[in-house]
């Protein structure tokens, strides 16, 4: 039910040329997070005392997959600020702060960004240089953050900042709710290949005062916050690209089935059969590890591995169902008048994006006790 209540909104609301549009355009959807909040999804993973619905990570993923399937876009813009935000404040918030934030989360009057990611901490995700200085009842940020998703649009940037440069980072960071309408805060978007109407920022910290209310979990406890909010992010990344990979390989065999060469339909060549059924083996296998990774958070169990192991397929998958839509549609993969070049742009993201395809198998290589990298 939930699936079909997704694809008849994406029907009426977004249909495919209002999407092309605004992909053209670099268009945020302004209207879009406060329909999803009208269709009951942001509500969907919170307690009933904050106006959710007591949904479960499975219950985030059967979604998911489903808004993935209709737009990508779509599913970033809503878990930014439903996982990047909501979890943050359920698993690490003071109680005030889930008072006053989670309730506008689940009614869709409030937006999040993560700002993690900087110049010189990508991969290295440790490696951090925002700082944030004690002042009285204040923080004072210094910094910058890189590509950071939703910024000039938000509400809140969820902010990463070392508090304590005299230990090792792991030990050092703190998290802060950072309102990006401070002074001394300057966003600026950037032209990006794919997901263009999600709003990639590029966000710079001078001066910024944030109240010590605003610490989101303990002083200098800041990696544990990221560490756990992006295992419950991974786990509902997945199943977004294996929905949007499932798209791509319907779209594919629609075309293949109506465009006739050499007298026939080419899906009857066994050179286009076995491409698509490659991929549509592959997207088989990254939805059930998807699922299985949702099954064990919402059962609390350990699966950094497992987590590691689904984003690794799932983006995969996607990039390589994207190529061979690309190459089964031909010139006309090429033209913008058609969605397989969004879908090829888009997927490119997602090999790089929350821990790239090369660090996915570092962490799983660690899991299985091969020894560190040099």
Not at 15 to 30: N, S
Request: proline content about 4%; glycine content about 8%.
């Amino acid at each position: 039910m939930m699936r079909d209540s997704v694809h008849k909104f994406f029907k009426k609301e977004f249909p495919p040329e209002v999407i092309r549009k605004l992909d053209e355009e670099g268009k945020y959807p302004d209207t879009l997070f406060k329909k999803m909040a009208e269709a009951g999804w942001t509500a969907l993973p919170f307690p009933e005392k904050y106006g959710g619905t007591e949904g479960t990570v499975l219950d985030l993923s059967v979604l998911l997959e489903a808004i993935g399937y209709n737009w990508i876009s779509a599913s970033v813009i809503y878990a930014r600020t439903v996982i990047f935000g909501g979890y943050s404040l359920m698993m690490f918030g003071t109680e005030e702060q889930k008072d006053a934030l989670i309730p506008r989360i689940a009614n869709g009057s409030i937006a999040f960004a993560l700002g993690l990611t900087e110049p010189n901490a990508g991969s290295d995700a440790l490696n951090q240089s925002t700082t944030a200085v004690e002042d009285g009842d204040s923080y004072i940020i210094n910094g910058s953050k890189m590509f950071c998703s939703g910024a000039n649009v938000a509400d809140y940037i969820v902010c990463v900042a070392v508090t304590d440069p005299a230990v090792e980072r792991r030990k050092g960071l703190s998290v802060f709710l950072v309102d990006p309408s401070s002074p001394g805060v300057t966003v600026r978007k950037l032209k990006t290949l794919g997901f263009r109407t999600t709003g990639t920022c590029e966000v710079f910290f001078d001066n910024v005062r944030v109240p010590k209310t605003n610490l989101l979990g303990k002083l200098n406890e800041g990696w544990n916050v990221v560490r756990k909010v992006m295992q419950v992010s991974r786990a509902c990344l997945s199943p977004q690209l294996v929905g949007a990979a499932q798209r791509v390989i319907d779209e594919t065999v629609k075309y293949a089935n109506e465009r006739v060469q050499f007298g026939r339909p080419i899906g009857s060549f066994q050179a286009i059969q076995h491409k698509l059924a490659d991929v549509q083996t592959q997207v088989e296998a990254a939805r059930l590890l998807a699922y299985r990774v949702a099954c064990m958070v919402t059962k609390n169990q350990k699966c950094g591995k497992e987590s590691s192991m689904a984003k690794l397929l799932a983006s995969e998958t996607w990039a390589r169902a994207a190529e061979v839509g690309m190459q089964v549609f031909g010139g006309y993969g090429y033209s913008m008048e058609f969605d397989m070049q969004r879908h090829f742009r888009d997927s490119r993201l997602t090999l790089v994006g929350e821990g790239s395809s090369e660090i996915q198998r570092n962490i799983i290589a660690k899991y299985m006790g091969l020894p560190d990298h040099a």
